[in-house]
């Protein structure tokens, strides 16, 4: 049965590089990193076959990218439809480096784009999340009893969110990893830390969010 599927990685950006993009790009953010990662458990114990990621990102690149139209949009959303009154970014270009998918990305002059570009500029750590649309398999290890779930052959991507509360417990404090290292376990004093500071962010974007929809006084 298939199922909306979010799945948060970090994504990792400092001041330096929003300012040597604006100055690069004529005022424009344009930032690069991980999108996603095949063939390696995340956080949420699911593993994305290289197959089926890499068919997902063909067709994304030949369809949204290349018409311009590989929209994301801030926080997480319970939809399997992007919604363009939240629209924060587009990705212009994706690319494979082992078994990291990369992608560069725009950050859009949107009431959402606006908000996400002065937290990327404040060095808040935010994640970047896959949304899409499939079924798992679950697999079980006979020997450690350990469960992971196998995406399978009807993945469909959707888009790729920022997002200020990951789906999983501490996926901020992970660093983005190189293909097949081990991901580290963090402290719980840590992580319910970070789950804090991640919740505060997640209402300051809802306030910010109703100040920029309301209209301007003249």
Not at 109 to 128: A, F, V, Y
């Amino acid at each position: 049965m298939k199922q909306i599927l979010i799945d948060t990685i970090p994504f990792q950006i400092n001041r330096q590089m929003i300012a040597e993009s604006e100055k690069k790009n004529n005022g424009k953010v344009i930032v690069t990193g991980v999108l996603q990662r095949s063939g390696a458990k995340n956080q949420n114990g699911r593993i994305y076959p290289k197959e089926i990621l890499m068919r997902e990102a063909n067709k994304y690149a030949n369809e949204q990218i290349k018409e311009r139209r590989a929209l994301g949009e801030l926080d997480h959303p319970e939809s399997s439809v992007v919604n363009l009154a939240n629209v924060s970014h587009n990705i212009n270009k994706i690319w494979w480096d082992g078994n990291d998918l990369m992608g560069r990305v725009e950050i859009l002059s949107t009431p959402s784009g606006n908000i996400l570009k002065e937290l990327l500029k404040n060095e808040i750590k935010l994640g970047i999340s896959s949304r899409g649309m499939g079924s798992v398999d679950n697999e079980i290890n006979e020997k450690t009893g350990e469960q992971t779930l196998i995406v399978q052959d009807d993945f469909e991507l959707v888009c790729w969110d920022f997002v200020s509360n990951p789906s999983t417990h501490g996926a901020f404090m992970r660093p983005v990893k190189q293909a097949g290292m081990n991901e580290s376990v963090m402290p719980k004093n840590i992580v319910d830390k970070y789950d804090k500071v991640n919740g505060i962010i997640s209402d300051m974007l809802c306030e910010l969010a109703c100040k920029c929809s309301l209209p301007r006084k003249r």
